[in-house]
């Protein structure tokens, strides 16, 4: 189907792209398929270290003394899907569908978040009949997981100064600055025990959470499993004995949790106040979510332990998760509507005594984000775990004697009859970490509209991709002379 969308040139490399597996960490097939495509096109080519990969592009006749442009992208996809789907991201192709104008997956992320700029930036490459300047195509690695492809970028790599980011979600407008952030890696040892023979066990689920992008969705109430379920938990230790002995909850750190799984033990005696709390949750979290993620599902079976973490561990663990932020932390007093400084409570895992947590702090102000992360710190510290902060990763501080910013309003002005509105974005654009690398570069970031990012809800406006090719192609040609 998609085959019959227009621009046909970029839907015929947004279907390659979906037909090849590519999350995080698993770039390397579309990458040398890439490859092999320049050099059918007699393109030049070039890998780093890292594994991004570079495809330079010469200008069209007339257009040599045209100033060069990075069109930049990321390969890598965010691996969701819902439950029952059995999709293996590194195997399989994403099914795509149309419904109503948007281009939709089934049952996982679309990959639209970044495969439009990417497809976007092959069609450019492909085209014999744009008028433009040289091109150099920057498709990084690992953005969703680590950022470290743009992290990882040498000085002296790129010949540009001028760079467009084809990494942003809406129609209509342009980002001049995006958040920085970074992963807060907590580990644990917690003691264990076995259980008492008249214990009884129960597998408790938390499930029918729409999930989202962790920056641009934080601000927009939906649930996280986690948090909720180590609420039921909490609330169930108020009236009864209760020791943990596992937890699964969210599968990526820049993901909102859609599902949580705890094994829980408790008396036999407790069982019927167990499972008169996760009726009243159950109607409780519905009603508190109402109109944003009301499909919240909590259920309970048993199971299945010999042994779980102590009740002294139990209450210790179950209180810094109590504890541990999460959503809007500040709003920016500078941009209206924008989230300043955020932490997602992304990915929780106890096993065996073993506990790992990952949070993703994020902050337009990067002082900001190592405050938060330092107060998380401290709070796992007092439970007893070790803490890291890693891939840290600056934020993209809006340039307002932006040359580029002006060229792109005047434009989308000719384009569209209106300006652009001017933005900037709570969420981990690459423009921060590379523009530390090349503090000349001026960049925009823009895009069509995507929504759902990172959840099996992704989905792309059809509509939409047309007028992004169209400003894209316009841009091209009017980027200036070289001074």
Not at 249 to 254: D, I, K, P, Q, V
Not at 264 to 293: K, T
Request: net charge negative.
């Amino acid at each position: 189907m998609l085959s019959q969308l227009s621009p046909a040139l970029l839907w015929a490399h947004f279907q390659t792209l979906c037909n090849t597996p590519r999350p995080s960490g698993h770039e390397a097939t579309i990458r040398n398929k890439l490859i092999d495509w320049a050099e059918r096109r007699q393109l030049q080519w070039l890998t780093d270290d890292a594994g991004n990969l570079l495809i330079r592009k010469p200008a069209s006749a007339g257009m040599e003394n045209r100033q060069s442009v990075v069109l930049q992208g990321h390969l890598d996809i965010v691996a969701q899907q819902n439950e029952g789907t059995g999709h293996d991201f590194t195997r399989d192709p994403i099914r795509t569908r149309i419904i109503d104008g948007w281009v939709h997956a089934t049952g996982t992320t679309l990959g639209a978040d970044n495969g439009m700029g990417v497809a976007a930036a092959l069609a450019v490459l492909e085209s014999d009949e744009i008028a433009h300047g040289p091109i150099e195509a920057l498709f990084t690695i690992e953005e969703e997981s680590s950022m470290r492809g743009a992290l990882e970028l040498q000085p002296g790599w790129l010949q540009s100064q001028l760079m467009l980011n084809l990494d942003s979600e809406d129609r209509g407008e342009v980002y001049v600055g995006c958040a920085g952030g970074m992963d807060v890696n907590v580990q644990g040892q917690f003691e264990q025990s076995p259980l008492p023979a008249d214990w009884q066990v129960f597998q408790i689920d938390i499930k029918g959470l729409r999930g989202g992008h962790s920056g641009l969705d934080i601000d927009k109430g939906r649930g996280n499993a986690n948090r909720l379920l180590v609420r039921l938990l909490i609330e169930l230790s108020k009236d009864s004995a209760l020791r943990l002995a596992s937890f699964s909850g969210g599968t990526l750190r820049n993901a909102l949790p859609r599902e949580a799984h705890a094994v829980i033990a408790l008396p036999a005696e407790n069982i019927a106040l167990l499972e008169q709390l996760i009726s009243q949750l159950n109607a409780l979290y519905r009603a508190e979510l109402m109109g944003v993620d009301e499909g919240v599902v909590i259920s309970q079976r048993t199971a299945s332990a010999s042994q779980a973490l102590t009740s002294d561990a139990s209450r210790t663990l179950l209180n810094a998760l109590n504890a541990a932020p999460h959503g809007v932390e500040r709003m920016s007093p500078h941009f209206h509507n924008v989230v300043e400084t955020s932490n997602n409570l992304g990915v929780v895992r106890l096993q065996n005594g073993q506990f790992e947590c990952c949070l993703l702090v994020r902050s337009l102000r990067d002082q900001s984000t190592q405050v938060l992360a330092d107060r998380i710190r401290s709070l796992f510290t007092l439970a007893g775990c070790q803490v890291q902060g890693e891939n840290a990763y600056p934020g993209w501080t809006p340039n307002p004697h932006s040359q580029l910013l002006n060229l792109f309003q005047d434009v989308h002005q000719q384009v569209f009859s209106k300006p652009a509105e001017v933005k900037v974005i709570h969420a981990g654009l690459e423009c921060g970490i590379i523009g530390a690398t090349y503090p000349q570069m001026d960049m925009v970031s823009f895009g069509p509209i995507i929504r759902g990012a990172h959840s099996p809800d992704e989905r792309v406006n059809i509509a939409s991709v047309a007028d992004y090719w169209k400003l894209l192609v316009a841009l091209l040609e009017a980027i200036p002379t070289r001074t």
